[in-house]
C-alpha cells in the first residue's frame, strides 16, 4: 500500500462501498450477508415481545384470550406484506425494497413503544407487521443472490442461524428491557437496528430485476401492478385468520365463523383464477399444482404452529407455576430458538450430502420427540426440575425445527425460477407466519378446550409425530433428489 505524498493513507479517505468493492468476491459476499441478516433480525427479535405477554396483559388489565391480538394483527399484516413486496423486489429490486423496509421499521416500532392503550398498540402492530414484512421479503433473495449457486444452501443456512440466534436472544433481551423500560423497552430497542442496517445498504450490492415479460420483439415489457390479486389476497387471509378466531372463541358465533371460513375459501379460487391470468401476478398459484411444492408449505405451516407452543404457553407456566422472574423467563425460553440456530449449523454443514427431504423428515422428527418431552415434563416433572426439563425439550424442539426450516427453504428456492426469488423468500416467512397465525388462535383454544398445557403439548406433538410419518411416506412414495447421498 503507498502513501500520497501528503502523508495521506489513500484507504482512509476512499469511501467505504469503493473499499468493500476492493475485496475478494467471496469476503463482499460475506460482508453483504452480514448487512442483510442484521436488518432481517427485526422479524425474529419480534420473540422479545412475547417475554413481554404477562406484563402486557397486567398493564392493560386483559383476560389471557386477548393478549392474541398482540400477535395476529402484526403477524397477518406482516404475511401479506411479506408477499406483495416480494414480488415488489422481484420486479423494481430487492436492495430498493429492502432499505425501504427498514425505514418503515424504525418508524413502526417508534410508533407502538409510544402508544398509549391497548387499542392503539394493537393498531401500530399492524403497521409494524408492514413494515417488517417489506425487509424480510427480500432478504432471502438477496442472502442467496450473494453468492454463486453452489454457495446457496450454505448461504441460506448461515442466513436461517442467524435468524434463529435473533430468536434466541430475543426473549432474554426482553427479559432485561421488561426489568429496565417496561414493556416498550422491547419495541424500542429494534429502532436503532433498523437506523444502523439502513445507513450500510450503500455497501450491499444491487441486483438488477431478472423478470420481463416479452412485447413480442425481444424486448422486456413492464406490466402495471397485481391490484386485483393483492386485495384478493388480503381478503382471503383477513377472512380465513378471523374464521379460526372466531371459531376457537368459546363465546363466538358458530354461524359467523363458518360464513367467514366460507368467504376465505372462496376467495382463495377466486384469486387462483385472477393470479392464472395476470400478467405478473403477486402469487405465481400454478406452483401450488405440484403436490410436493404444496406439501413442503403446508408442513411448514404445521410445524410453525407446534412449535410457537414454547412461546405463547410457557412465559405463563415458567412465571406462574414455577415462580421464575422475567429475566430468568426470558433466559430459559431462549432455549427453544437457541436450539434453532445449532440445528441451522448442522443443517449448513449437511448441505450437499443429504438432500432436501432427508433434512427435512430429520427436523419434524426431532420437534416432534422435543414437543413430547415436554408434555411429560409438564405433566410429571416436579417443581424443582421442571425449567432444567423445560429447556431440554424446548432445545429439541428448536434444534429440529432449524434444520427443517434449513432443507425447506432450501427446496423452496429450487422449485421456483429464479426470477422468482423474491417470491420464493416471501414464501419461506409466509408459511411460518401462517403457522405463528394458527398457533396464536388454535394453541390459546387448545389449551382452554383440554384445561392443560401439558395436554396441549401431547396433542401438538403427536400431530407433529404423525406429519412425519405422511411426509416420510410421500418422501418414499417420490423418486429421489439427485442430491441425495442415500
Given at each position: 500500500m503507498h502513501e500520497r505524498a501528503d502523508g495521506v493513507d489513500p484507504l482512509r479517505v476512499r469511501p467505504p462501498a469503493r473499499i468493500i468493492s476492493a475485496m475478494p468476491p467471496h469476503h463482499r459476499a460475506l460482508v453483504g450477508l452480514a448487512i442483510?441478516?442484521?436488518?432481517?433480525?427485526?422479524?425474529?427479535?419480534?420473540?422479545?415481545?412475547?417475554?413481554?405477554?404477562?406484563?402486557?396483559?397486567?398493564?392493560?388489565?386483559?383476560?389471557?384470550?386477548?393478549?392474541?391480538?398482540?400477535?395476529?394483527?402484526?403477524?397477518?399484516?406482516?404475511?401479506?406484506?411479506?408477499?406483495?413486496?416480494?414480488h415488489l423486489g422481484d420486479r423494481f429490486g430487492h436492495r430498493r425494497i429492502f432499505?425501504?423496509?427498514?425505514?418503515?421499521?424504525?418508524?413502526?416500532?417508534?410508533?407502538?413503544?409510544?402508544?398509549?392503550?391497548?387499542?392503539?398498540?394493537?393498531v401500530m402492530r399492524i403497521f409494524q407487521g408492514a413494515a417488517v414484512g417489506m425487509t424480510v421479503a427480500c432478504a432471502p433473495a438477496l442472502a442467496t443472490l450473494l453468492f454463486p449457486p453452489a454457495g446457496k444452501a450454505l448461504a441460506l443456512a448461515r442466513y436461517a442461524a442467524a435468524f434463529s440466534f435473533a430468536m434466541a436472544i430475543g426473549p432474554w433481551i426482553g427479559g432485561l428491557l421488561l426489568a429496565a423500560f417496561d414493556w416498550p423497552g422491547v419495541f424500542w430497542f429494534r429502532v436503532p437496528i433498523a437506523l444502523l442496517a439502513l445507513a450500510l445498504i450503500p455497501l450491499?450490492?444491487?441486483?438488477?430485476?431478472?423478470?420481463?415479460?416479452?412485447?413480442?420483439?425481444?424486448?422486456?415489457?413492464?406490466h402495471g401492478f397485481d391490484w386485483a390479486g393483492t386485495v384478493a389476497l388480503a381478503a382471503v387471509l383477513v377472512c380465513l385468520t378471523f374464521a379460526l378466531v372466531v371459531l376457537t372463541d368459546p363465546e363466538g358465533s358458530i354461524g359467523l365463523g363458518l360464513?367467514?371460513?366460507?368467504?376465505?375459501?372462496?376467495?382463495?379460487?377466486?384469486?387462483?383464477?385472477?393470479?392464472?391470468?395476470?400478467?405478473?401476478?403477486?402469487?405465481?398459484?400454478?406452483?401450488?399444482?405440484?403436490?410436493?411444492?404444496?406439501?413442503?408449505?403446508?408442513?411448514?405451516?404445521?410445524?410453525?404452529?407446534?412449535?410457537?407452543?414454547?412461546?405463547?404457553?410457557?412465559?405463563?407456566?415458567l412465571a406462574g407455576r414455577i415462580g421464575a422472574s422475567i429475566v430468568l423467563t426470558g433466559l430459559v425460553l431462549s432455549v427453544y430458538p437457541g436450539g434453532s440456530v445449532i440445528g441451522s449449523i448442522v443443517a449448513g454443514r449437511l448441505a450437499g450430502r443429504w438432500s432436501h427431504d432427508r433434512q427435512m423428515l430429520a427436523g419434524i422428527a426431532i420437534a416432534a420427540v422435543g414437543l413430547l418431552a415436554t408434555a411429560l415434563a409438564l405433566q410429571a416433572a416436579p417443581a424443582g426440575s421442571l425449567a432444567a426439563l423445560l429447556a431440554l425439550g424446548m432445545f429439541a424442539t428448536g434444534f429440529g425445527q432449524g434444520l427443517f426450516q434449513v432443507g425447506y427453504m432450501d427446496a423452496t428456492t429450487d422449485l421456483l425460477p429464479i426470477e422468482e426469488r423474491g417470491t420464493a423468500g416471501s414464501l419461506v416467512n409466509v408459511t411460518r407466519l401462517l403457522g405463528l397465525v394458527l398457533g396464536a388462535t388454535g394453541i390459546g383454544w387448545l389449551r382452554w378446550s383440554t384445561g392443560s398445557d401439558a395436554a396441549s403439548f401431547w396433542i401438538l406433538g403427536g400431530g407433529v409425530a404423525v406429519m412425519w410419518v405422511l411426509f416420510a411416506i410421500r418422501a418414499r412414495a417420490s423418486r429421489p433428489s439427485p442430491r441425495s447421498s442415500v
Open positions: 442483510v441478516c442484521l436488518g432481517a433480525l427485526l422479524s425474529p427479535l419480534d420473540t422479545a415481545v412475547n417475554t413481554a405477554f404477562p406484563v402486557i396483559t397486567a398493564a392493560f388489565s386483559l383476560p389471557l384470550a386477548d393478549i392474541q391480538w398482540v400477535v395476529i394483527p402484526y403477524v397477518l399484516s406482516q404475511s401479506i406484506f411479506a408477499l406483495v413486496f416480494g432499505a425501504l423496509g427498514l425505514l418503515a421499521c424504525a418508524l413502526a416500532h417508534a410508533a407502538v413503544a409510544i402508544a398509549p392503550d391497548y387499542g392503539t398498540l394493537v450491499l450490492p444491487s441486483f438488477a430485476p431478472v423478470r420481463a415479460v416479452s412485447d413480442g420483439h425481444g424486448h422486456g415489457k413492464s360464513a367467514l371460513l366460507a368467504l376465505g375459501i372462496a376467495g382463495g379460487v377466486g384469486f387462483g383464477r385472477i393470479e392464472s391470468r395476470a400478467a405478473q401476478p403477486v402469487l405465481r398459484t400454478g406452483h401450488f399444482a405440484a403436490g410436493r411444492f404444496t406439501g413442503i408449505q403446508l408442513a411448514s405451516v404445521a410445524i410453525s404452529c407446534a412449535c410457537f407452543a414454547n412461546l405463547l404457553l410457557l412465559p405463563y407456566v
